[in-house]
């Protein structure tokens, strides 16, 4: 079986016409199916796709990884070119009210900027999506399921601290319970696909061997959250890529220039930047 990962939406531009935005879609193919992970911030999948000559009328199915604009924020317009009944597959806490806590200049803090979702549900679900909410794994077809709630249990690895969801007492941490990521079960193992991991990128791959009961991760790609990584987070998690046997990153988004750049020196051909209008074929 031949899975093709293509990147719709991605903070860089991968080639010439592609469009490059804060965010991250990809389009995950398998046997027949094609499931989008996550819509990118505002129109870029909708561009990006058309560049790559991708027909989005084939999408089946879409999972969110988490309620961040930047995951979802192209849902709107993909609904509208869908034209469709399309299930949408999330954590409940998609909906969460979430906002970052911004620092100022001079280390004043106190701006709470709103990073949720930027349309009501009714609207979306008027334009075909039709939301199955869990924390459970499910199964979507035969090769893909998604994660569900991914437990924390690697020691160095945290949620960020400038995470807030707005409650009837205020701003409380977001623990993103609700991030989760896309798994698909090949011959040569599993591939990951990663929204944000804001959960962590090892948390999320111990869980993803969990639920499938496969040991070997073949491929992990997208967004890794190594952007505030400190180098005990990032030994730690190269151990751990090279334990669980992964030939292929490809990392994306919120893993931070830096971190990418350790990562391609230590897996040298095993590693790819994976931006917008990456392609690849497994
Ligand atoms: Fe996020
Ligand atoms: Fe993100």
């Not at 061997?209 to 491929?219: D, L, M, P, R, S």
Request: charged share 20%; with cysteine; hydrophobic share 40%.
């Amino acid at each position: 079986m031949q899975v093709r990962l293509t990147t719709l939406c991605e903070n860089t531009a991968g080639g010439i016409g592609f469009t490059g935005e804060w965010g991250l879609s990809i389009l995950v193919e398998a046997g027949g199916h094609a499931v989008l992970l996550d819509t990118g911030f505002s129109d870029s999948v909708v561009r990006n796709a058309s560049v790559a000559g991708v027909d989005l009328s084939k999408v089946d199915k879409i999972v969110i990884s988490h309620g961040h604009t930047d995951h979802t924020g192209g849902l709107r317009l993909l609904l509208q070119r869908l034209r469709k009944r399309v299930e949408v597959y999330a954590h409940p806490e998609m909906w969460g009210k979430k906002y970052i806590r911004v620092v100022l200049p001079g280390g004043k803090d106190g701006l709470f900027r709103y990073v949720g979702v930027p349309f009501c549900r009714e609207e979306l679900e008027g334009l075909g999506a039709s939301f199955n909410l869990t924390g459970e794994p499910v199964w979507l077809n035969e090769h893909m399921v998604t994660t569900g709630e991914v437990p924390m249990v690697t020691p160095f690895e945290q949620v960020d601290d400038n995470m807030y969801i707005k409650s009837d007492a205020g701003f409380v941490p977001d623990t993103l319970p609700g991030d989760q990521s896309l798994i698909v079960k090949t011959d040569k193992g599993l591939v990951v696909v990663l929204g944000c991991a804001h959960r962590g990128m090892v948390n999320t791959m111990l869980h993803a061997q969990k639920i499938t009961g496969v040991e070997k991760i073949y491929a992990v790609v997208g967004g890794t959250h190594l952007i505030r990584a400190q180098q005990n987070q990032l030994d730690e998690s190269i151990a751990a890529l090279r334990e669980f046997g992964v030939e292929k990153i490809g990392v994306s988004h919120c893993t931070g220039l830096p971190a990418a750049a350790f990562l391609a020196r230590e897996f040298g051909d095993k590693f790819f930047f994976n931006n917008a209008g990456t392609v690849i074929e497994l």
